[in-house]
Each structure stands twice: as structure tokens, then as C-alpha cells.
């Protein structure tokens, strides 16, 4: 069974437009994260997500908001796309904030055109 | 603040041992190792807290220096299955997410 999974694995857009990455894990964790690695390989949190309290890296646009229907899952939706939003996306989960072990997705290469 | 990571790249021959370092220009509360292989994504390798406590993969030795504000990953009897970027991440304070480093890319040729 997999542990972290996210949906799609690839994405292809155009400028502007609005998508959104699903994430979810079935470890029972507690805590969820975003990361963004970018072309040079440099991952960079975006978001983590411990219950119910929302903690967001500072310099993420507003462009990107994370949502949690329950524990599981966080998804990430972003609005008007731009080129420089290509990256891989990866989702995570640990069971304690922080001082564990974090199980990262396989990851969502993103481009925008 | 994003840690130092040294050396930037490394190529060893199956068998030898490497030392990858990790420093920070602030306090350290953890370190925390990951690998990733090319096209996948981070698998964790282990945590150094202050104090001393650890946890992590037997295989894999570190160490943690809160003086001198740095970790070191031990790699020995490299095989080729070492192969990836080793990163090392902090929290710039005692409750904030990681920060990760540049990484390290280690090749183990045969």
C-alpha cells in the first residue's frame, strides 16, 4: 500500500489558469507538508499543516492555498498559474510535528507554458 | 537561515567512505538527513536532537556538534546503491518547519 500518494504525477498548463494537486496518506499522521523543489534541486517548505493549524513559509504567494477536508489528505490548489511555478511538488506526513521522520509523496512535476 | 551543506558533489569507488557536513550560522535544535535518488522523492535517513537522542537507519552514522553549530552523515563501504543528493534540514527555531540545504550529490562508481 502506498504510503503518501499524490495526484496527477504530471501536470502541463498554461499561464494563468488554476489547478490543484491532491495528497493523501493512510500512516494516521498528524502533520502534513508541502514542499517545492525547483529546477536547481533546492526544497523548500511551503506549508505544514498540524492538526488543524496551518503554518505558511512566509515568502509563498498568496497564490497558493492549501486545503484539508480531513487528517488524510491536503491538497494544493493554485491560482493564475506563471512560468515560474514549475517545479516538482512534493507532499509529506509525519506522525509528530516536526521531530520525526517526514514520508514524502513521489512527488507532481508541474509545468506551466 | 539555510544551512551550509559541503561538499557540494562527491564521486566515490565502491568500497570507499565519505563524510558529507552540514553547518549553520544559528543555534541548532536538529538535523534532520534525507536522500534522494534521481527522478524520486527524499527518504528519510535519520534525526539528531539535542542532547544526543538519534533515530534512524542502523546503515547510517552522524553526528551532532551544538558548539560548533554542524552534523556530519558518515557514509562508509559505499555501495552503489549510496548513489543521491544527501540534504540536511534544520529549523531556524525550536518549533518551524525545516529548512533544507543545497544538498550534496554523492556518485558511487564501481
Known amino acids: 500500500d502506498t504510503a503518501v500518494s499524490q495526484t496527477p504525477k504530471y501536470l502541463v498548463t498554461q499561464m494563468g489558469n488554476d489547478k490543484s494537486i491532491k495528497c493523501e496518506q493512510n500512516l494516521g499522521h498528524d502533520t502534513m507538508y508541502w514542499y517545492k523543489q525547483d529546477s536547481k534541486k533546492f526544497l523548500k517548505i511551503m506549508f505544514s499543516?498540524?492538526?488543524?493549524?496551518?503554518?505558511i513559509n512566509e515568502t509563498v504567494p498568496n497564490r497558493f492555498s492549501p486545503k484539508s477536508p480531513d487528517k488524510a489528505h491536503l491538497n494544493l490548489h493554485i491560482n493564475s498559474l506563471e512560468l515560474g511555478d514549475s517545479a516538482v511538488y512534493f507532499c509529506a506526513s509525519s506522525q509528530v510535528w516536526l521531530w520525526d521522520e517526514q514520508f514524502f509523496g513521489p512527488g507532481t512535476r508541474l509545468t506551466v507554458l | 537561515q539555510q544551512p551550509v551543506q559541503s561538499p557540494q558533489a562527491v564521486i566515490l569507488r565502491e568500497g570507499e567512505d565519505a563524510v558529507i557536513n552540514c553547518s549553520s550560522s544559528?543555534?541548532?535544535?536538529?538535523v534532520h538527513w534525507y536522500r534522494q535518488k534521481h527522478g524520486e522523492a527524499p527518504v528519510f535517513l535519520m534525526i539528531?536532537?539535542?542532547?544526543?537522542e538519534q533515530k534512524g537507519h542502523d546503515k547510517i552514522s552522524a553526528s551532532f556538534n551544538e558548539k560548533k553549530q554542524q552534523s556530519s552523515l558518515y557514509l562508509t563501504a559505499s555501495q552503489l546503491s549510496y548513489s543521491g543528493t544527501y540534504f540536511c534540514?534544520?529549523?531556524?527555531?525550536?518549533?518551524?518547519?525545516?529548512?533544507f540545504g543545497k544538498g550534496t550529490r554523492l556518485s558511487v562508481i564501481a
Open positions: 534540514g534544520t529549523p531556524n527555531s525550536g518549533n518551524t518547519p525545516l529548512v
Open positions: 539528531l536532537l539535542k542532547g544526543g
Open positions: 544559528k543555534a541548532l535544535y536538529s
Open positions: 499543516y498540524n492538526n488543524k493549524e496551518l503554518i
